[in-house]
């Protein structure tokens, strides 16, 4: 039971990785050239793909059972 609840927690936050690099690649084509929200949207994509990395292998561990 717990496995399912802490699966579907890495699950959420893989989903909110995806969502924060959406948001960030949309602030950094959709300011102006040399603007700080380009920086913004960057440190977001930057954000988001450490979350996918990161919770991707806690995920992977949790189904061999490792975690």
Known sequence: MSNIIIGSFLIMEIIGGFLAMVFGFTCAIFSDKYDPMQFVGLGFMLIGLAMIIAFTSLFKRL????L
């Open 63 to 66: 189904v061999n059972g490792l």
